[in-house]
T-cell receptor
Framework: AQSVTQLGSHVSVSEGALVLLRCNYS??????LFWYVQYPNQGLQLLLKYTTGATLVKGINGFEAEFKKSETSFHLTKPSAHMSDAAEYFC?????????????FGKGTKLSVKP | ETGVTQSPTHLIKTRGQQVTLRCSSQ?????VSWYQQALGQGPQFIFQYYREEENGRGNFPPRFSGLQFPNYSSELNVNALELDDSALYLCASSVVETGNEQFFGPGTRLTVL
């Protein structure tokens, strides 16, 4: 069965600093992986996804993530944090593998950005 | 292009009551998935509807049921509400045939007293 573990329920960085949010997954099939962002009292917005092909995936708002099969990881990074990045971030894996499955989410990491 | 919309935004019910939540899919999407997000947790998959039939279900009891209509909008019904049903309910629409990328609505916040 597929599962997702996000390391660190709360991450705090200074504005302009590197953002690194960690995600490890477990999947019995080649995984489809996703990062979503959730602002307070809002739904989820897709930041980026990995399906097949290039392992370094670029998303919106300057975020990127690298799929590392050997480490079963899909960490999210951004070189320079902005105040507007403060939100909760969820990593997810497709439960059936491929494109047909629904999403299994991690518990989320709340990102705080200090001025 | 209209995104996914949900109604109502907020809802307060008492234990034992029944509730219906509504979702309108993004234009052109034929699949709707529902998720429950408890406070401080990630969303959990409830079920998915494709072409008006249930097409997968998570670990939720039968008192959670749904419908999908010919226009691809959807309802989530919860009977015999329990305190633990208090959560944000998220609807996501997608097109299964083209990769099933899910687009989420803003959610309905349900409080059960």
């Amino acid at each position: 069965a597929q599962s997702v573990t996000q390391l660190g329920s709360h991450v705090s960085v200074s504005e302009g600093a590197l953002v690194l949010l960690r995600c490890n997954y477990s999947s019995s099939v080649p995984p489809y992986l996703f990062w979503y962002v959730q602002y307070p009292n809002q739904g989820l917005q897709l930041l980026l996804k990995y399906t097949t092909g290039a392992t370094l995936v670029k998303g919106i708002n300057g975020f990127e993530a690298e799929f590392k099969k050997s480490e079963t990881s899909f960490h999210l990074t951004k070189p320079s944090a902005h105040m507007s990045d403060a939100a909760e971030y969820f990593c997810a894996v497709s439960d059936y593998g491929g494109s047909q499955g629904n999403l299994i989410f991690g518990k989320g990491t709340k990102l705080s950005v200090k001025p | 292009e209209t995104g996914v919309t949900q109604s109502p935004t907020h809802l307060i019910k008492t234990r034992g009551q029944q509730v219906t939540l509504r979702c309108s899919s993004q234009s052109g999407h034929n699949t709707v998935s529902w998720y429950q997000q408890a406070l401080g947790q990630g969303p959990q998959f409830i079920f998915q509807y494709y072409r008006e039939e249930e097409n997968g279900r998570g670990n939720f009891p039968p008192r959670f049921s749904g419908l999908q209509f010919p226009n691809y909008s959807s309802e989530l019904n919860v009977n015999a509400l329990e305190l633990d049903d208090s959560a944000l309910y998220l609807c996501a629409s997608s097109v299964v045939e083209t990769g099933n990328e899910q687009f989420f609505g803003p959610g309905t916040r349900l409080t059960v007293l």
